[in-house]
């Protein structure tokens, strides 16, 4: 999928990125050094098109109001298999020095962030610390949601926007992912500089950073992070009745009414999929995956949805 936006003037850093210094992801220092800029694992909330955080709990993050994101088993695994997965990338690609990078900012926009996984250069070239002649992000899946055919540029959308970032900071003009999906399965795609789409990325970082600066609150949206920054915002408990409007309790009420109806439905549509499917794994329609059913102790555990909020949007 990709961002399309109105092309600007190229802004490719030509003396390369001003260097930060190198941290270890998580630590203390790595988050300082975020602090006051965006970085490549940030932008696709900025434009609303992560699925982990929204434009409303980032804003809030960077104000210092709730903490950063804890780290899930997800983040652990997956930077636990990155060396292995940048590992497998050097392997099948002798053609490229395959070098860890540091974590850089643009040298006219302090406030863009790049920390990419690693950095590439022909090993027919010259290796410059600053300007690669590519990146590498890897990363891992639970199953091919949202990756296209190994080889192609077909990425999950927040993935793409922090290639593009990370290749609009260093300077490098393509970057490749690669992905472990479900633990085994290894694949790898390729994506080319994009002006016209990092142009609407640094337009948009710019514009969240004077939201920043002039106190601007983003508007509250419907994304679970939102709810859950809105839940970290309040400091202790007053025993007191707080009046609302009409209008927020009458769209409490439907919301609450629907979501109600909506569970009922749900329920209904997966006891009759779990009988269509009977002892099979997977339900799927016109060769497209509808729902995983996993079994413990000789009865249904669950069933996992293929189509999910985050490949929805």
């Known amino acids: 999928m990709s961002i399309t936006a109105q092309a600007g003037a190229t802004t490719a850093p030509a003396a390369g990125p001003t260097v930060l210094g190198w941290f270890e992801p998580g630590t203390d220092a790595w988050h300082a050094a975020r602090a006051n800029g965006i970085g490549g ?12 955080e929204s434009r409303f709990s980032l804003w809030h993050r960077k104000k210092g109001v709730i903490g950063p994101v804890e780290e899930s088993e ?15 990338f050097a392997r099948e690609h002798p053609e490229w020095f395959v070098r860890g990078a540091f974590t850089y900012a643009h040298p006219d926009r302090p406030w863009q962030i790049a920390n990419p996984d690693r950095n590439l250069w022909p090993t027919d070239s010259h290796i410059d610390d600053r300007i690669p002649a590519a990146v590498l992000e890897a990363k891992t899946a639970r199953d091919d949601t949202g990756w296209g055919k190994d080889g192609s540029d077909d990425i999950p959308v927040h993935y793409r926007s922090q290639a593009l970032w990370y290749m609009d900071v260093t300077g490098a003009r393509r970057a490749f992912v690669a992905v472990l999906i479900a633990g085994s399965e290894y694949r790898e795609y390729t994506v080319d500089f994009d002006e016209a789409e990092a ?9 969240f950073m004077d939201d920043l600066a002039r106190g601007n609150r983003p508007d509250i949206d419907g994304h679970s ?7 970290e915002i309040p400091d202790g408990l007053d025993p007191v009745d707080v ?64 189509r999910t909020r985050r490949n929805a949007r």
């Open 225 to 231: 992070a939102t709810y859950q920054a809105i839940r």
């Open 41 to 52: 694992s940030e932008i696709a909330a900025v434009v609303g098109l992560s699925p982990y």
């Open 243 to 306: 009046e609302i409007g009409t209008a927020l309790r009458d769209r409490f009420y439907a919301a609450q009414d629907a979501a109600w109806a909506a569970e009922d439905e749900l329920t209904a549509c997966k006891g009759e999929l779990l009988d269509a499917i009977g002892t099979g794994q997977r339900a799927v329609c016109e060769r497209q995956r509808i729902a995983t059913r996993t079994v413990r102790d000789g009865s249904t555990y669950s069933l996992m949805p293929a």
């Open 199 to 207: 142009q609407l990325l640094r337009d948009a970082g710019a514009r």
């Open 74 to 88: 997800e983040m652990y695994w997956g930077k636990e298999h990155e060396p292995a997965i940048c590992r497998r």
